[in-house]
């Protein structure tokens, strides 16, 4: 059974920086896609960033040059680095894992099937 456990949220003032790790157990596809969503009740889940097998990244507009995703594969972690944390950065964080593609859609898509619990991220201004 696949398994994806976040953790390393926290409170963190406006500018500061937080990383968070996700540790995946179980999953043994070589081809896939592993994600950092995040979601503020009342909304929409929002994909925040994604990496491949092959290490290609895609982030939203909202993060791109302030996050960072990475993977330490014989480690089964995923990270994601943000920097420069602003207000609206505060949400709960999810790590997601799935295929590398689905019905011909490539990573970056929204078809995740193992998700982690979340860890919460909140930046006070």
């Known amino acids: 059974q ?9 409170s963190v003032q406006a500018g500061g920086s937080l990383r968070l790790s996700c540790v995946a157990s179980g999953y043994t596809y070589s081809s896939y896609c ?12 929002e994909g925040v ?8 990244t895609t982030y939203a507009d909202s993060v791109k ?3 960072t995703i990475s993977k330490d594969n014989p480690k089964n972690t ?10 609206e950065d505060t ?9 590398r593609s689905f019905k011909g859609s490539w990573c970056p898509h929204p078809h995740f099937a193992t998700w982690g619990r979340g860890t919460q ?5």
Not at 2 to 10: F, I, K, T
Not at 78 to 87: F, I
Request: hydrophobic share 40%; glycine share 12%; proline share 4%.
């Open 49 to 56: 960033a994604y990496v491949d097998n092959e290490g290609d």
């Open 121 to 125: 991220v909140t930046v006070s201004s």
């Open 91 to 99: 949400a709960t964080y999810y790590c997601a894992a799935g295929p």
């Open 2 to 10: 696949v398994q994806v456990v976040e953790s390393g949220g926290g």
């Open 78 to 87: 995923l990270y994601l680095q943000m920097n420069d944390l602003k207000a």
């Open 34 to 45: 592993l994600a950092w969503f995040r979601q503020v009740p009342g909304k929409e889940r």
């Open 65 to 67: 040059g302030r996050f």
